[in-house]
């Protein structure tokens, strides 16, 4: 009597599987070190579109290096005028990719309320575990408007 249980069988030839790309060229994008979040909110000012800083939220990630220099950013996504949604899976695979040591978080209220809320507090907490699960540190969290910033990590 035949087995009824399914076997396996072995498929010659190449097999894939879904991956992602991302291609690394070492290099500083901008040689200045990133000490303080002043030098971090100038630098976010120099690359952010200024046309939507009062218009919808995004959330821009920059990379720097061990000698806290920025070696890429990306604006991680684009929402609407109140929320916007974070893909942290995303943003580990970025830091890791671009042998981060060091991650600068930057998101805008279109609204113009420097005020960090509790969805804002509760995904930076999520983030930074996240990251230090990969030995990278979160630098600082900005939250930027027409009028200013305000750094988490100086606000505790």
């Known amino acids: 009597m035949p087995s009824k249980r399914p076997h396996l069988v072995q498929v010659e030839g190449d097999w894939t ?16 070190k990133i000490t303080t979040d002043r030098d ?8 952010w579109d200024p046309g939507l800083l009062g218009l919808q939220e995004q959330f821009v ?19 609407s005028m109140e929320t916007c949604i974070v893909d942290i899976r995303l943003m580990v695979s970025l830091a890791l990719h671009c ?7 930057a998101h805008n209220h279109p609204s113009g309320i420097l005020d960090a809320s509790l969805n804002d507090r509760r ?18 969290h900005l ?12 606000e505790g």
């Open 99 to 105: 042998m981060a040591s060091y991650v600068i978080l």
């Open 17 to 32: 599987a879904a991956e992602i790309s991302i291609s690394f060229k070492p290099g500083v994008k901008c040689p200045t």
């Open 123 to 140: 995904t930076t907490f999520k983030i930074k575990k996240a990251l230090r699960l990969i030995d990278v540190q979160l630098f600082d």
């Open 61 to 79: 990630v920059v990379f720097l290096n061990n000698r806290q220099q920025v070696v890429g950013w990306r604006v991680l996504n684009i929402g």
């Open 143 to 154: 939250i930027i408007s027409t009028d200013g910033y305000l750094s988490m990590r100086v």
């Open 40 to 47: 971090a909110y100038d630098m976010l000012l120099s690359i």
